[in-house]
């Protein structure tokens, strides 16, 4: 592990993408893309159900791209919508959830926008947000972290 030190705290130092687990909603593994450009993270989501007027969500969560092994049904409370701007200019209304992100060993609570992300080389971002919880981006190294076990690593460049 490696820690860069300041005045007020240490931050764990991660590469421009990562291998991180979602353990509250039972996804082990998903390749994610590191953004200091986006504000929230983001998760690919489908068929996304409002519930119990707008309370609660339901929402499929496939961590693999082109693939529908390992699909995860998921449903938690909503912690706020939000208008967000894509890359490419495009502006929607999205759901924010709160998700546990397991990144380097630790956990950060992260506020995630759900959307779907087919088109999109990954299936997360991690953006400042969760990033300010103690992580510093090495914009020229990737999965400083480790990598996934290699049959998940299979499975997911298979499929890419």
Known sequence: MVFVRDDLHSSTIV?????????????PWVKAKIDTGARSSALHAFDIEELDGGERVRFWVRPWQRSVEDVVQVECAVHDRRRVRSSSGHSEERFVVLLDVEIFGRTVTAETTLSNRDQMGFRMLIGRQALRQGFVVHPGRSFLAGRAPKLIRRRNRDHA
């Open 15 to 27: 590469g421009w993408r990562e291998w991180v687990s979602l353990p509250d909603i039972g996804v």
